[in-house]
Structure formats: structure tokens, C-alpha cells
């Protein structure tokens, strides 16, 4: 599985910002896709992901600012991040987590893209 990520860039403060992740390869039922981010010097940290059921679960430091969707026929995945924070400078990775042949726990990353929040 490759996982394949765009909308990275530059923002200002209180402004938005749409990233995307595709997901390439053998995808199976059951899993979940999200998003995380790793500033530096800090904890890679959920900012949100989704079941292909459609459940969702969104981190404490973005709650209220961020949605997240899912296109299941085209695996891919869509946040929405508004009124955006210097802090919330980082660069945001592409996760999928899914149960593979074997019970083999697959869980891929994507390269990353920087989200850079500066005035």
C-alpha cells in the first residue's frame, strides 16, 4: 500500500487549508485512515481519521477546526483545517491502518507534506 499526499503549503493565521491522501494498492475492508502530524521537537500527534464505515475521531487540539471525509470507491481521504494557528505549523502525514491475510496489522505512512501557519 502507498498512500500519496497533497495540499501542504503556506497559510496565514485564521485562514484554511484542504489536504488529500490516496491510497494505492491492496485496500481491505475494516480499516481506517486519518491524518497526524509531527511538529519539531514533538510526538507524532492524531489530528483525525475515519473508518470506512465512516466513524471519525478528531484530536483534542483541533477539535472544532477540522473535518474530515472519505470517498471510499476512490480511497481517499479529505481534511478540512480552518482558522489555523501558528501552532498548528507541522508537517501533517497520511496514515491507513487496515487487518491484512494472516492478521497481519498493515499500517502504512505516507512521505508527508509541511503545513506552514505564518503571518
Known amino acids: 500500500v502507498q498512500l500519496a499526499e497533497s495540499g501542504g503549503g503556506l497559510v496565514q493565521p485564521g485562514g484554511s487549508l484542504t489536504l488529500s491522501c490516496i491510497a494505492f494498492?491492496?485496500?481491505?475492508?475494516?480499516?481506517?485512515m486519518g491524518w497526524y502530524r509531527q511538529a519539531p521537537g514533538k510526538e507524532r500527534e492524531l489530528v483525525a481519521a475515519i473508518t470506512d464505515k465512516g466513524s471519525t475521531t478528531i484530536g483534542d487540539s483541533v477539535k472544532g477546526r477540522v473535518t474530515i471525509s472519505r470517498d471510499n470507491a476512490k480511497n481517499t481521504i479529505t481534511l478540512q483545517m480552518n482558522s489555523l494557528k501558528l501552532e498548528d505549523t507541522a508537517v501533517y502525514y497520511c496514515?491507513?491502518?487496515?487487518?491484512?491475510?494472516?492478521?497481519?496489522?498493515?499500517?502504512?505512512w505516507g512521505k508527508g507534506t509541511l503545513v506552514t501557519v505564518s503571518s
Open positions: 496514515n491507513i491502518l487496515q487487518i491484512e491475510a494472516d492478521w497481519k496489522a498493515g499500517n502504512y
Open positions: 494498492g491492496t485496500i481491505v475492508n475494516d480499516n481506517a
